[in-house]
Nanobody
Framework: QVQLVESGGGLVQAGGSLRLSCAPI?????ITWFRQAPGREREFVAA????????IYADSVKDRFTISRDKDKSTVHLQMNSLKPEDTAVYFC?????????????????WGQGTQVTVSP
């Protein structure tokens, strides 16, 4: 069983930036970032297709976050700018073959264990 690994989380002040990474990237799989704050349901953040040609964002992060793949497709990054306290959550990456905002949970075959992002006021 493949285990995805997230990195790059941490503590940052509001208005700051963080860059999350997710690896390894599996052939023909897209990558989706989710987040879950304490007491809240997991929510979709952003996704990128295997080819990199399709990127999708939640309305709450659009224009602040950018998802991308390395040219060798080995790693996916989530660049998070203009961070807000409400972005505080554990961020997870997951792999499936068809990216979208509302794909069924069973489609995500591989998950990471998550990385904590904390944004202070």
């Amino acid at each position: 069983q493949v285990q995805l690994v997230e990195s790059g989380g941490g503590l940052v002040q509001a208005g700051g930036s963080l860059r999350l990474s997710c690896a390894p990237i599996l052939s023909l799989y897209g990558i989706t970032w989710f987040r879950q704050a304490p007491g809240r349901e997991r929510e979709f953040v952003a996704a990128v297709s295997w080819s990199g040609g399709t990127t999708i964002y939640a309305d709450s992060v659009k224009d602040r976050f950018t998802i991308s793949r390395d040219k060798d497709k080995s790693t996916v990054h989530l660049q998070m700018n203009s961070l807000k306290p409400e972005d505080t959550a554990v961020y997870f990456c997951a792999a499936n073959k068809i990216v979208g905002r509302s794909r069924p949970s069973y489609e995500y075959e591989f998950w990471g264990q998550g990385t904590q992002v904390t944004v202070s006021p």
